[in-house]
């Protein structure tokens, strides 16, 4: 499944993260500033598409 940014207010939408939208990417990396892209990639993969287990885990890596 594609992910249609003409279908707006999506709450799964909101959750997830894809590695390979650069938008996303870029979201995540504004909010850990001092992560490598490897790191963030490597986050992704480690914990998973939903952003708050993302973001768990970077906050957890050093």
Same mark, same amino acid.
Request: aromatic letters at 6%; zero cysteines.
């Given at each position: 499944?594609? $992910? $249609? +940014? !003409?279908? &707006?207010? @999506?709450?799964?939408? #909101? %959750? @997830? %993260?894809? *590695? !390979? #939208?650069?938008?996303?990417?870029?979201?995540?990396? =504004?909010?850990?500033?001092? +992560? &490598? $892209?490897?790191? /963030?990639?490597? *986050? /992704? +993969?480690?914990?998973?598409? %939903?952003? *708050? $287990? /993302? /973001?768990?885990?970077? =906050? @957890? %890596?050093?």
């Amino acid at each position: 499944m594609s $992910d $249609d +940014k !003409n279908n &707006t207010g @999506r709450q799964q939408d #909101d %959750v @997830r %993260v894809s *590695a !390979n #939208d650069q938008s996303e990417f870029n979201y995540l990396h =504004q909010q850990f500033p001092n +992560k &490598t $892209d490897e790191q /963030i990639l490597e *986050a /992704i +993969k480690a914990a998973g598409p %939903v952003k *708050a $287990d /993302i /973001i768990e885990y970077l =906050q @957890r %890596v050093k």
